[in-house]
């Protein structure tokens, strides 16, 4: 049986919002017993742990809790400058090293995205020689947003610009090339971007992903612009999120909430 391994990371104030997720995984992969699910640890409680488990035990499955090595991390910048981005984000880019060699493929979700579909078909996508999946958000940018692609990163008016909040991952070609290396030695470089390891990601690897539909990583960027798209992944991107603003799909993510069973376990 084929193993269909999904990484995500938080630290204990997004814990909540993972068990949300993971319960929309879960409650829509046909193929459930194929799922294995990774869990970078950026901080959460036993007590979230338990309840995250609680979310996972009701479908037969449990969740491998890792601990990164925060001292590959240490020099890199504290903040973005925008704010809300944390250096939980820098977990992805040292992934690899944390699942070990055995691992050969990978696909990432952030813990702020609900899963309205099965995610079969994304992850029998042929990755080819490619190191990465994603979905370009660059479709529906503005000037203003395309002058800084090309001012700060120094990306052409034309490259597309992946959203890094689901991505799909070779890790043998990713070792092969040393991209942690790489993102690790550009961050280094360049302190103040304003997304992070996800404007790293897409200056080290501009020529080597491979783009796929909208609906794997449907965010704000794509909603208006794009409203043909069934999307499948709902990704909340950026600081308007449906726990503390009015955002579309918000009866999305409390309907998950709900099934999830989190508030039930607040006595835990």
């Not at 391994?5 to 997004?14: E, G, K």
């Amino acid at each position: 049986m084929n193993s269909l391994n999904i990484v995500s990371t938080s630290n204990d104030q997004y814990s909540q919002h993972l068990g949300v997720m993971l319960q929309s995984l879960f409650e829509n992969t046909i193929n459930k017993e194929q799922l294995n699910i990774f869990i970078i640890d950026g901080g959460i409680s036993e007590k979230n742990k338990k309840r995250l488990n609680m979310v996972a035990n009701k479908y037969s499955k449990e969740i491998t809790f890792l601990r990164p090595n925060l001292e590959i991390t240490k020099d890199l910048p504290e903040n973005s400058t925008i704010g809300y981005i944390t250096n939980e984000t820098y977990y992805r880019i040292i992934l690899p090293k944390l699942l070990g060699k055995r691992t050969k493929k990978v696909l990432y979700i952030d813990c702020d995205v609900i899963i309205t579909g099965d995610i079969g078909e994304l992850w029998n996508t042929d990755l080819k020689q490619h190191v990465v999946a994603a979905v370009d958000e660059s479709c529906s940018y503005n000037t203003r947003r395309k002058r800084r692609l090309k001012k700060e990163l120094g990306l052409s008016k034309k490259s597309p610009y992946f959203n890094a909040g689901v991505l799909l991952l070779n890790f043998k070609k990713w070792r092969k090339e040393k991209v942690s290396e790489q993102l690790i030695n550009y961050l280094s470089d360049h302190p103040n971007l304003t997304l992070m390891d996800q404007d790293a990601l897409n200056v080290v690897l501009n020529k080597e992903w491979l783009q796929l539909d909208y609906k794997w990583n449907y965010t704000p960027t794509h909603w208006d612009a794009s409203i043909e798209v069934k999307p499948v992944i709902i990704h909340f991107a950026g600081w308007k999120k449906p726990w503390n603003s009015e955002v579309r799909y918000k009866d999305e993510y409390f309907k998950y909430l709900q099934t999830s069973l989190w508030n039930e376990s607040e006595n835990l």
